[in-house]
């Protein structure tokens, strides 16, 4: 039987106290990782997330940086090495600026900025504090949460499509340059995914759905799947790599 077996490492998921970052969180913890629990604002939920996965036997602690600002993100990272912690080996950077989006004539020029620090900047930040470490111990995994937004260009999307096609290249050129090292960096991108938010108010069917070739939204729970995968052996030869996670909504093409 083939099991994905992640005892002894560790995980640091930015936005583990948000939507599909919590269910990555508990996903690799069932793995058997050590969880590091990354929230910005919301530290309560982080909080909660970590009582939750302790009584379950996790070994975990939570963090906190905007990942926005490379000065908070080392800040997090010396905080990390000097509580004892294992420093991560597998970085989940899945964090986002949440903002209205807009025509691109009338969204604001911060919201573009803010979108160029979560998107963008928060994986030059993560990849300059927490690499090192993967390099010195010759293996590591760097997994992106990108979406389908990505591929749409949808009007209105302009900032969160930007922002997330920078990331895009710095996962690809950052894929070459570490994995002489034994570290792979690969993205899933979600399409609009059901998760506790959908649940609580009954919001899981969207009129759109008709256009998803398989039918239905996925679940916060198959893109954490995705992020187990690429986190496991099994995705050993796989880095550089945009894995969609939408149902076959959209199909880059080769
Ligand atoms: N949900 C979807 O349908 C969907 C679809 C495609 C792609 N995605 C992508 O999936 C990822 C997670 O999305 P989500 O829906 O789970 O988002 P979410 O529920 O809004 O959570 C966002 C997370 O980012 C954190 N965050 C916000 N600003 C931050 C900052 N400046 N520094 C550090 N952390 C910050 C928040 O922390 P605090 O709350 O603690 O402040 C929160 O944990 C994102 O990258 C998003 O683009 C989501």
């Not at 930040?125 to 979406?147: Q, S």
């Not at 950052?174 to 609009?192: C, D, F, K, S």
């Not at 506790?196 to 398989?214: F, K, S, Y």
């Not at 986190?231 to 796989?238: G, M, P, R, T, V």
């Amino acid at each position: 039987m083939i099991s994905i077996d992640l005892t002894g490492k560790t995980a640091l998921v930015t936005g583990a106290s948000g939507e599909l970052g919590r269910v990555m969180a508990r996903t690799l913890a069932q793995a058997g990782a050590n969880l590091l629990l990354h929230s910005y604002r919301n530290p309560d939920r982080a909080a909660s997330l970590a009582e939750e996965l302790r009584g379950r036997g996790t070994r975990c602690m939570t963090v906190s940086a905007d990942v926005g600002d490379l000065q908070s993100v080392l800040r997090m990272r010396d905080g990390i090495r000097a509580s004892g912690f294992p420093m991560p080996d597998i970085l989940v950077d899945n964090a986002v600026v949440q903002y209205d989006w807009k025509s691109v004539l009338e969204q604001p020029v911060e919201d573009y900025e803010s979108q160029f620090r979560s998107c963008v900047l928060q994986n030059v930040h993560m990849a300059k504090a927490f690499l090192p470490d993967m390099i010195e111990k010759g293996w590591g995994r760097v997994i992106g949460t990108n979406t389908e937004c990505a591929m749409q260009c949808f009007a209105t999307q302009s900032a969160y499509a930007a922002g997330k096609r920078g990331m895009d290249g710095v996962m690809r050129v950052l894929a070459r340059e570490v994995g002489p090292y034994g570290i792979t960096v690969n993205q899933v991108a979600p399409g609009y995914t059901i998760s506790d938010r959908d649940r609580a108010n009954h919001t899981e069917v969207q009129p759109t759905d008709v256009r998803i070739p398989l039918r239905r939204r996925g679940t916060d729970q198959e893109v954490a799947n995705a992020v187990l995968f690429l986190a496991s052996d099994l995705a050993s030869y796989i880095t550089g790599a945009y894995l969609p996670v939408c149902g076959g909504n959209v199909m880059p093409t080769i």
